[in-house]
Antibody, heavy 116, light 108 residues
Framework: EVQLVESGGGLVQPGESLRLSCAASGFTFISYSMNWVRQAPGKGLEWISYISSSRSTIYYAESVRGRFTISRDNAKNSLYLQMNSLRAEDTAVYYC?????????WGQGTLVTVSS | EIVLTQSPGTLSLSPGERATLSCRASQSVSSSYLAWYQHKPGQAPRLLIYGASSRATGIPDRFSGSGSGTDFTLTISRLEPEDFGVYYCQQYGSSPCSFGQGTKLEIK
């Protein structure tokens, strides 16, 4: 069974940093690209970053480019999101998402709150 | 990047009625890699439909998806009280994946 478990969320002040993790199991992690998606309070779903299985291709949404860095450790079956220079508008639940063929898998999400 | 536009923005219906939600893509969605989600506050998005027309595990058969290319539809044949919420479409045939802005399905 595919499992994606996010962690690392919390309350931080504007300008601070946070690192999210996503532990993957139940599939061959090294074979699949991964995504981070977020949902801010009262807002829609927003894709924010993508990393290919080999790390050779990385994309970011305009809203986070230059501040967030996606990475993965295929030996640890883990996906990461380093978030720097956090802003109030980054407050959201962050999900890791895996797409395998026509199937889509989501974690349960981790809440990031940016507030002074 | 493929832009998805959902309509209507809000749909007000009564239990027992039929709901039809639309998702239109700015470019053809590769191999019908289109999903529909139901989202309720405080919960992770619930996958309803993947591959444009395949129901996810445990999803009642009153939910159905159809379409190809740039036009997709989610139909709920007979609304139940628990069906109200916000519905999103997602394309994942082209990287990066993208989401529609959502349709709010509310009780009339």
């Amino acid at each position: 069974e595919v499992q994606l478990v996010e962690s690392g969320g919390g309350l931080v002040q504007p300008g601070e940093s946070l690192r999210l993790s996503c532990a993957a199991s139940g599939f061959t992690f090294i074979s699949y690209s991964m995504n981070w998606v977020r949902q801010a309070p009262g807002k829609g779903l927003e894709w924010i970053s993508y990393i290919s299985s080999s790390r050779s291709t990385i994309y970011y949404a305009e809203s986070v480019r230059g501040r967030f860095t996606i990475s993965r450790d295929n030996a640890k079956n883990s996906l990461y999101l380093q978030m720097n220079s956090l802003r109030a508008e980054d407050t959201a639940v962050y999900y890791c998402v895996m797409i395998r063929g026509v199937a889509v898998y989501w974690g349960q999400g981790t809440l990031v709150t940016v507030s002074s | 990047e493929i832009v998805l536009t959902q309509s209507p923005g809000t749909l007000s219906l009564s239990p027992g009625e039929r709901a039809t939600l639309s998702c239109r893509a700015s470019q053809s969605v590769s191999s019908s890699y289109l999903a529909w989600y139901q989202h309720k506050p405080g919960q992770a998005p619930r996958l309803l439909i993947y591959g444009a027309s395949s129901r996810a595990t445990g999803i009642p058969d009153r939910f159905s998806g159809s379409g190809s290319g740039t036009d997709f539809t989610l139909t709920i044949s007979r609304l139940e009280p628990e069906d109200f919420g916000v519905y999103y479409c997602q394309q994942y045939g082209s990287s990066p994946c993208s989401f529609g802005q959502g349709t709010k399905l509310e009780i009339k």
